[in-house]
């Protein structure tokens, strides 16, 4: 059985999508305040509880026979993180801690974490590699860091065994158009331009067009879900087939795209216009975050399939296609 805390959510449904789909065993735990409990698959066994709660850890550890552990429970807003650090040291840190103490108890060892590549924050390198220097400039990105740095510990101490997968940009939705991206309040980029062009929002600010970049918006790695889910599934075969112990992964495309050229594609994608306004930089953004994916290339035989169009029509066909559940 796999443990998925933080399944009901965007990208830890669409993992528990693929690993059912895979056969596997699932149950989820999920607090729902960001997640959804319609996006949890039906084949899914699910108790509703917090990450930071003993009494439900202990609950599942004991009702279920868990191997494994996929940890998708997080805050993960950059802005929010510089407003509110308490609520990243705590929801991230301090629970997450929580959860490996118990696993550790009940003698759970495999383990798969979603870090970010928040954890590298500003850098000159053309391309982030996984030896790129860890810096991070804001409290979402040195929240995941300390628990990369925890489990790292635990690995040496406890004999956990990991994978730490740092995303770039989770973008896209499952082609089924039953799973997509439902943040409330919605801040990514990607499906609040659909909104506007969906005539669901007035206009779609741009954070910032005096960046050191070729248009001077800042440029991202988007990367489709199910490319990462698919991630996921293969980081967990090889750690249970004792490939190796622990691993620290970059997940991304390895192409940037700037936030214009973002707009341009959902415009090209919907074929509407969407009503662009240019603001203020957001606090805590760095100009540039692009991946060297290159070692889960090689060493898991990792293939990302799907390019930034696909990415923009699969969201634009989730969006459009349950328009009533995700407006706000
Ligand atoms: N962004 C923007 N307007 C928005 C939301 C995001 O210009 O309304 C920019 C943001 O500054 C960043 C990029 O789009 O450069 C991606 O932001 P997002 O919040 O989607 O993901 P993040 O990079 O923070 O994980």
Known sequence: MILVVGGAGYIGSHVVKKLLD????????DNLTTGHRKSIDARADFLEGDIGSKKSLDELF???DIESV?????SSLVGESVKNPAKYYENNVSNTLTLLTKMMEYNVKNFIFSSTAATYGLTEDELITEETTLNPINPYGRSKLMIEQIVQDFHVAYQLNYVILRYFNAAGADPSGI????????????????????GERESITIFGEDYDTFDGTCIRDYIHVNDLAEAHILSLEALLANRFKSKVYNLGNGNGYSVKEIVDMCER??????NVLIGDRRSGDPSKLVADATII???LNWK???NLEKIIEHAWNYHSQNQEMIKQ
């Open 62 to 64: 004991l009702k279920y």
């Open 179 to 198: 799973i997509g991206e439902n943040h409330d309040p919605e801040t990514h980029l990607i499906p609040l331009v659909l909104k506007n062009l969906l």
């Open 70 to 74: 996929m940890h998708f429970a997080a």
């Open 22 to 29: 895979n056969g596997k065993n699932v149950v989820v735990l």
């Open 297 to 299: 290339k090689k060493e």
């Open 304 to 306: 990302p399939v799907f």
């Open 269 to 274: 994608v919907s074929s509407r216009k969407a």
